[in-house]
């Protein structure tokens, strides 16, 4: 396959600002036949392994949204920033979105990405704001301090964070977790150790139960929104499983 592009201008999103970092442990997959035979390795910051952490959210999002979204909120300007609000807004038919992010330049290059796509995205004056108007909100940041407060939330609203994928790492904060009506893991086992479920349970905010994993709300959808006044939250730290049937995939298309 042909190599990675190279890395984009350092940003505020998941994952910006670390080009100059070893990657994470790539996901492999093994080809072999009569023409054939060796490896194929894919770094974990190309294109497609980021594509899996939005696609994931665009998923979460869709699930647990109210029934009417007419402003799709992106906390962060990064390229997660960029695949969650392409992906997200797809998923929901939502054609306006705010974003918010710490340098202004920042936001005007973020906005000039979408200039022309579909996707009318205009800049918000700051977070509270931004939570005051959309009902559903994606986080993608590598903030080490909430950025989102409960009492900015209004009812009927659905919060996925993709940012916190380290246990240092957090984005809402836990009195958020404890207000919500549904919380949502990619993993359990995982949101014990890092992401915001971990924040919330380390400081007695929430306990585990109740906590429901997206595989168990996908199979039964009796376990989510039950009413457009509920607020829901989507903790995804990124399990290793959608980078192994990316590569899958990739390989399958060799």
Do not use: Y
Not at 67 to 73: A, F, I, N, P, T
Not at 225 to 248: C, N, P, S, Y
């Amino acid at each position: 396959p042909p190599p990675p592009p190279p890395p984009p201008p350092r940003g505020s999103g998941r994952g910006a600002g670390k080009w100059g970092k070893p990657p994470r442990p790539a996901p492999l997959a093994r080809r072999e036949g009569p023409r054939r035979r060796g490896r194929i390795r894919l770094a974990a910051r190309w294109p497609a392994g980021r594509g899996g952490t939005a696609a994931a959210g665009a998923l979460a999002s869709r699930t647990l949204a109210p029934s009417e979204v007419d402003v799709l909120g992106i906390v962060g300007t990064g390229v997660q920033a960029a695949l969650q609000l392409e992906h997200a807004s797809r998923a929901l038919g939502c054609t306006n979105a705010l974003v918010w992010g710490r340098t202004p330049e920042r936001v005007d290059l973020f906005r000039e990405q979408f200039a022309g796509r579909g996707v009318d995205v205009e800049a918000a004056a700051d977070v509270p704001s931004l939570a005051d108007s959309c009902r559903v909100i994606i986080t993608c940041t590598s903030a080490t301090e909430p950025l989102i407060e409960a009492d900015w939330v209004r009812p009927g609203t659905h919060i996925t964070a993709v940012g916190s994928d380290t246990p240092e790492k957090q984005e809402l904060d836990a009195s958020l977790l404890a207000r919500a009506d549904r919380v949502v893991v990619d993993s359990l086992e995982q949101g014990r150790l890092r992401g915001e479920v971990a924040r919330a349970l380390s400081s007695g905010a929430i306990n585990e139960t109740g906590i429901i994993e997206l595989g168990a709300l996908l199979g039964d959808p009796t376990l989510g929104r039950m009413t457009d006044d509920e607020i829901t939250v989507a903790d995804l730290t990124g399990v290793a499983v959608q980078d192994l049937k990316i590569a899958e995939a990739v390989l399958r298309a060799l």
